[in-house]
């Protein structure tokens, strides 16, 4: 565990940017790293080169940091997704996950989170729940209103589709975070969902 008063190579001097942006920094990378119940709140002060009382200060307990956390992800996340037309939202799918490639630690922790997430008693149970939800939900009226409007086939599925969207994104990120495998081939998970919207498109649109 670094010391609190070890600034790292390439770390701003605490207090030189948002304490709180950098608790989250930290939390992300430790959640992602050791997990949720392995990760302690020294852990995560230490790291941020902030007092415990200081990060307790700003999220109250372990609990609620985590929380914040995982706010943050799914706020960057839905930012990434705003668009018009289905075809549009799998596009910013694609460009999201590119975007991920470039963020390791929040691809470590959302795949750390939808492991221990599936526990019914651990504090990201509940939002993983949602957040697969959301997720499927807002593809599937993406199709939906695509059929209204004309560039969906009426018989296309819409839920099956979306459903298959949301696992081939879990599971090329997981890929991914293995692709440092001796001998394995990189994987390019912007590419991958693209290859996937085209096969789509071409099955289902009019």
Known sequence: MADAQTRRPGRPRAGGEDKRERILAEAIALFARKG???TSVADIAAAAQISKAGLLHHFGSKEGLYS????????V????LESGSVWDLLEGFADLMDRNSRTPSMVGLYMAMAVDGTA????????????FENAVLTLERAF?????VGIVHPDAPS????????????GIQLQW???DVP???PVRMGDQMRQLADLIQARWAT
């Open 36 to 38: 949720y119940a392995a």
């Open 68 to 75: 914040a956390v995982l706010e943050h992800r799914d706020a």
């Open 77 to 80: 996340d839905v930012l990434a």
């Open 120 to 131: 019914a008693d651990h504090p990201a149970h509940r939002w993983l729940v949602q957040h």
């Open 144 to 148: 939906e209103q695509g059929k209204t």
């Open 159 to 170: 839920l099956a589709l979306a459903r298959s969207v949301v696992a081939i994104a879990d």
């Open 177 to 179: 975070l293995c692709e």
């Open 183 to 185: 001998g394995g081939k």
